[in-house]
Nanobody
Framework: QVQLVESGGGLVQAGGSLRLSCAASGRTFSNYAMGWFRQAPGLEREFVAAISRSGGIYYTDSVKGRFTISRDNAKNMVYLQMNSLKPEDTAVYYC??????????????????WGRGTQVTVSS
């Protein structure tokens, strides 16, 4: 079992920055690929970024060059640095863990554990 708790969301103006954090507890954190997803009102949950056990990284096209995912296995933490935020980035952001030997998944149904989410609101 893995427990995930997100933090760092808030209200920011367009062009601003936020850093989301996800604290993991439970089973060995380094055994998991980690992902960030987001869900806006009325829309499906969508993939944002993921980082594999070995540090491989993938981003959805809409955040490339603006968002950076990273992990600190010693602290059981994963981060999402979000720069140049846009109103369309407004959503609840979720951290997720995928127990996998290698690689990373882009689909939400591949992830085994989820946090409760943190709200990010970007005003225009």
């Amino acid at each position: 079992q893995v427990q995930l708790v997100e933090s760092g969301g808030g209200l920011v103006q367009a062009g601003g920055s936020l850093r989301l954090s996800c604290a993991a507890s439970g089973r060995t954190f380094s055994n998991y690929a980690m992902g960030w997803f987001r869900q806006a009102p009325g829309l499906e949950r969508e993939f944002v970024a993921a980082i594999s056990r070995s540090g491989g990284i993938y981003y959805t096209d809409s955040v490339k060059g603006r968002f950076t995912i990273s992990r600190d296995n010693a602290k059981n933490m994963v981060y999402l640095q979000m720069n140049s935020l846009k109103p369309e980035d407004t959503a609840v952001y979720y951290c997720a863990a995928d127990l996998v030997v290698a690689g990373l998944a882009l689909s939400a149904d591949k992830y085994d554990y989820w946090g409760r989410g943190t709200q990010v609101t970007v005003s225009s």
